[in-house]
């Protein structure tokens, strides 16, 4: 068996989401990797285009696709646009997220339905479309033992409960078993899927919890490691789960927290 490297020169690959936070900085490790990468937005064009602007810079291809993931015929279009530019599609990245928080006994109908939408529903719409592109094509090993990856951006909250926020953990939770059964679905397809669980991560989504000092002392306290997690922690861990390195493994949840999820309350014995 060759030695498998962490090189992605030949690839291509879609991050949704990818104008701000850890899908921008996603979007650049891969490129900086070598993929040539579609850096999917929904709204946010100028954030986009400096993410390509940033790849391009660096060396690599990318372009800038918008696109509702939420929406049936745009992803569709997204996934055909990407294939169209760069002539096929190898890497997924289900990045695309957003919360809309609020005490359960008030939280709307419509902001429950817009989180999963997004949220969950939206990575299953990214995830088929690449999938049926996938096993389309076959894998094609001078590049890669795998006919597709893909990555599915969870959280913590896959396994933490999180009250006020019961339609983005809902969301998160659904993810973690789509993830599995879609890799259990798919393996002997050679289509590997993996979840990345990040912790806090400072990016605009959660500003208010790392933005002043009181806010940072509090988050502190749930970080064994010590700091709040950069998007470049989640973005690393999602090359080497695109890569060959990784090639053994499918249907896992890597949890990129700084120890979040174990128990920090127990560290003084309880
Ligand atoms: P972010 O707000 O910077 O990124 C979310 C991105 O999703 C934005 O670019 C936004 O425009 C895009 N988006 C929202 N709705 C969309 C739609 N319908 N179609 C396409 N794009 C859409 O925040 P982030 O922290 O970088 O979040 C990225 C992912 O990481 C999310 O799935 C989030 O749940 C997850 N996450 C973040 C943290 C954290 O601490 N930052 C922790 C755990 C999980």
Known sequence: MPKPVLDLSGQVALVTGASSGIGAATA????????????NYRGDRD?????????EAAGGEALAVEADVSDENAVAELVARTIQAYGDLHILVANAGLQKDAPAESMTLADWNTVIGVNLTGQFLCCREAIRHFLERGPQPSLSRAAGKIICMSSVHQVIP???HVNYAASKGGIMLMMQTLAQEFANRKVRVNA????????PINKEAW??????????RLIPYGRVGEPEDVANAVVWLASDLSDYVTGASLFVDGAMTLYPEFRDGG
């Open 47 to 55: 954030g986009a285009e400096r993410v390509v602007r940033a790849i």
């Open 162 to 164: 999180w009250a006020g």
């Open 196 to 203: 990345i669980c990040p912790g806090a991560i400072k990016t």
């Open 28 to 39: 650049k490790a891969l490129g900086e990797a070598g993929a040539r990468v579609a850096v």
């Open 211 to 220: 933005g002043t000092p009181e806010a940072l002392e509090k988050l502190l």
